[in-house]
């Protein structure tokens, strides 16, 4: 499985992201994907997920602000960030996982997540 993500970037408090990342190699018949994110210092913490049927999970930090989305083909998944805080600044990781997996652990739990990307940065100025 390779996960490339892309999109991360400096804004402002109050701005707008998109984060895509795009997926190959996926064998798993269900799958889980999701975004994560890991501030310096910080343990790594689930931001988004989304299965195969297309239910989708947020963080409770980040939900009416984040909108996860996957394209037709469900090779790219897409992270759109709005009213971004300084506490959104972190790592941002794209990961996959067999759902048999994801639904034990919990889809917002790194646990269940076997595939993740190298990252991409976001950082929101004050």
């Known amino acids: 499985v390779h996960l490339v993500e892309s999109g991360g970037g400096s804004v402002p408090s109050g701005g707008s992201l998109t984060l895509s990342c795009e997926a190959s190699g996926i064998t798993y018949r269900r799958v889980y994907m999701a975004w994560f994110r890991q501030a310096p210092g910080k343990e790594r913490e689930g931001v988004a997920s989304?299965?195969?049927?297309?239910?989708?999970n947020y963080a409770a930090s980040v939900k009416g602000r984040f909108t996860l989305s996957q394209d037709s083909r469900k090779n790219t998944l897409h992270l759109q960030m709005n009213n971004l805080k300084p506490e959104d600044t972190a790592m941002y990781y794209c990961a996959a996982g067999p759902t048999s997996a994801t639904l034990i652990t919990g889809p917002l739990r790194p646990a269940g997540y076997n595939d993740w990307g190298q990252g991409t940065q976001v950082t929101v100025s004050s």
């Open positions: 989304i299965g195969s049927a297309g239910s989708t």
